[in-house]
């Protein structure tokens, strides 16, 4: 197996998968892969460089394997291959939907398509999205509530504004 290899200050190496092996994996792999590093590790090396050096090859790896992979798969003629592709990537969005948030804007094209297994799986990773962004409107608002109805006790609002505050985040909760 390939490795790409880099080289920390302390002397440690730190070795990742190397870009042609990844061309072997299935589609949704790479994407998992550079989100785990992304998220899990790369804070965990100890060395702003190494750390750097990681990160662009992990924009290298999404620019030059894993979003022209997807988009070869979306696109092509293999009904298929596409409906296993997204079945894939739709059991991760559930999981964790950071890990194929790249693929977001390439979604539009397979909710219009005529056959209604990839309509369906593309429209569930759109709700997927949908809702996420819904939790965390509804966590902004929720903090704000708090933060109001703090100030409420403390005599620092009026009822008005209280109330006000209080309306925006139910409306937004239903």
Not at 82 to 110: C, H, Q
Not at 141 to 147: N, P, S, T, Y
Request: no cysteine; glycine share 4%.
């Amino acid at each position: 197996m390939d490795l790409r290899i880099f080289h920390k200050k302390d002397g440690g190496i730190v070795q990742l998968v190397d870009k042609e092996q990844m061309e072997e994996w299935p589609i949704e792999l790479p994407l998992i892969f550079i989100e785990y590093i992304r998220d899990k590790k790369i804070d965990s090396y100890g060395d702003a460089k190494v750390e750097k050096e990681i990160s662009a090859y992990l924009d290298e790896i999404t620019k030059d394997i894993a979003i022209p992979r997807f988009i070869g798969v979306i696109q092509g003629d293999d009904n298929d291959e596409i409906v296993l592709a997204l079945t894939r990537i739709e059991e991760i969005s559930r999981k964790n939907l950071d890990m194929v948030r790249p693929i977001k804007k390439y979604l539009d094209d397979l909710i219009t398509s005529k056959i209604k297994k990839i309509k369906d799986l593309a429209s569930k990773i759109e709700k997927n999205f949908a809702s996420a962004e819904r939790k965390k409107k509804l966590a902004q608002k929720r903090k704000i509530m708090r933060d109001k109805e703090k100030l409420f006790l403390e005599g620092k609002i009026n009822g008005e504004e209280y109330a006000l505050a209080r309306k925006e985040y139910l409306t937004l909760k239903e």
